[in-house]
């Protein structure tokens, strides 16, 4: 009994490892950006589909930096460095909204296909419109839920735009979530974010100063 529960347990190992890295071979080659979608997708091509063979997200980050370090290395680092530093220059643009990076381009595992990812806070959602129609920079209006806590989840605006080849993703917050950032997707803690100095340090330490 407890050889065959062994024996189980080695095989659900074998099948979370598959498919975090049929997953993660599917966001880095097919610019999927949904871990869910991504591991749903995995699931279905490899023919698993019992849940406890699906692996966290966490997993499938860690398999999709090997395959980007494996596979893509020299034009994912140059994507890479290449989103941070429009990151840098935006941050600065949006400097009164007390900007933060969050995302691919902070984790490190944006490539070609990914966004900036924004976190501007103000009390004023209506200001940041104002804003981009001042500035005269055309921007798509949506909504995202985010969890703000484990008790509470909320609806805010997000502006999306285009400038130099690039994709920025906005996302309006309170200026309370300064204070306490939004519960990751990935693992339900506060989400990993960067100010503008906190990047300019990070790009010196992984990419040089140069």
Partial sequence: MHRARQHAETQTRERRHRLAHEAARLMAEGGIRDFHVAKLKAASRLGIHDDASLPRNREIEDA???YQRLFIGA????ALRMRREAAMHAMGFFEQFSPRLVGPVLDGTADAHSAVMLHLHT??????????????IPAESRMRRLRLDRQRTGDFDVWIFAAEDLIFDLTVLPEASLRQAPLSTMDDKPVRRASRSQLEQLIALEHGAG
Avoid at 75 to 78: A, E, I, K, L, V
């Fill in 75 to 78: 034009r994912q680092t140059y």
């Fill in 123 to 136: 009390d004023d959602p209506a200001g940041l419109a104002r804003f981009l129609d001042d500035h005269r």
């Fill in 64 to 66: 999709l930096r090997e």
